[in-house]
Every structure is written in C-alpha cells, then in structure tokens.
Nanobody, 122 residues
Framework: QVQLVESGGGLVQPGGSLRLSCAAS????????MGWFRQAPGKQRELVAG???????AYADSVKGRFAISRDNAKNTVYLQMNSLKPEDTAVYYC????????????????WGQGTQVTVSS
C-alpha cells in the first residue's frame, strides 16, 4: 500500500508562485511514476504533470512553460513548482502515483493523496 502526503498549497496572487510537495511511502515500485492532478469546482479531475523515476516528464498544455515537475528519488518525493499562476489554476491539487506513467495517468488506478487547495486570487 502506498501513502502520499501533500503539502504546500495556499492562497497566492495572480502571477505568483507556489511549490507543492508530495512524499511517498510504501512499496517503491508503486510510485515508479508520480504526478499531480487537479480538480476545480464543477470540473473533472485533470492531469497536470507527471514524471517517471528516470525523469521523463509530461505536462498538460495549459501549464507548459509555467509549471515544472521534479522528483527526489532518495526522498521518495515529487515536487510541482508553479509559476505565473492564474485564477484558472485554482483547484484542489492531488498527488498521484502508479507503477507506470500509463497507470498514473488514469483516474481509476494507482494511489491518491488527500489533496491540497491552491487558490489564485487578488
């Protein structure tokens, strides 16, 4: 069983930055791929970014050039650096883990964190 603990959410003004962290514990193969989803009120949960253990990354078009995902394998931790934040980035952000990137991308498989609120507002 995998446990994912997120931190780093909060309130930020448009144009500001935040960094989310997610620490994983449990069977290490279960978090070969890690990533972040987000869900805004009234919208479906969507993939924001993902990263494999060897550093291969993927991003949603809406965050390319603004967000950067990284991981520290020694700490079993994944990070999401969010820059140039917009009001439309407001959502609950969920950490996600999976055996592979394909599994991690799916909402009906893998492991989820509890979520952290990010609010972008002046």
């Amino acid at each position: 069983q995998v446990q994912l603990v997120e931190s780093g959410g909060g309130l930020v003004q448009p144009g500001g930055s935040l960094r989310l962290s997610c620490a994983a514990s449990g069977s290490s193969s279960s978090f070969n791929a890690m990533g972040w989803f987000r869900q805004a009120p009234g919208k479906q949960r969507e993939l924001v970014a993902g990263i494999t253990r060897i550093g291969t990354t993927a991003y949603a078009d809406s965050v390319k050039g603004r967000f950067a995902i990284s991981r520290d394998n020694a700490k079993n931790t994944v990070y999401l650096q969010m820059n140039s934040l917009k009001p439309e980035d407001t959502a609950v952000y969920y950490c996600k883990a999976g055996l592979t990137m394909t599994i991690m991308r799916k909402t009906d498989s893998g492991s989820w964190g509890q979520g952290t609120q990010v609010t972008v507002s002046s």
